[in-house]
């Protein structure tokens, strides 16, 4: 849509050269709808969210309080990367702050790639640390053979 001058007479008719919409104002084309983000695959997979929802909170149907926390997860999934929307708009949804959703939006991808969700490295099945030596010296001989008779 070009403007003319008789727009600009009309528009002048309503505002005064000296009125500061004269020169801030401009018509310009409406913004195309582009995605804000790009979902990543395993988000559009329903068993592969329940992957993850399982690696990041095992005692999910025991445990109420991780429950809660994975029902929240799975809200932020569908918001977030499946409805595409942003993370100001989910905060609002959820009621809380953008920097908290995006702080979430990262715990989720963490655990995604394998990682703990607190970022203190990757998730394995064994503990951390030297394996603790047993102290056979001090022991009555009757707590030792107990001992190795379970093996």
Known sequence: MRTTKADFKRLRAAFGGDSGF???HQIKKAHTAHPRHIPEEWTLDNTEVQKVLLRAFPKLHTNLRQNKQ????????T???RMNKS???VAH???TKPKNVELAVARIRRVAR???ADNT??????APGRPKTQNVENKPLGAITVM????
């Open 114 to 116: 394998g990682y703990r």
């Open 22 to 24: 004269m020169s801030a």
């Open 79 to 81: 918001l977030y990367f």
């Open 121 to 126: 490295g990757p998730r394995s099945g064994r």
């Open 87 to 89: 993370s100001r708009d």
């Open 93 to 95: 949804e959820l009621k």
């Open 148 to 151: 190795h008779e379970g093996i």
């Open 70 to 77: 994975a029902a929240r997860w799975v809200l932020l999934i």
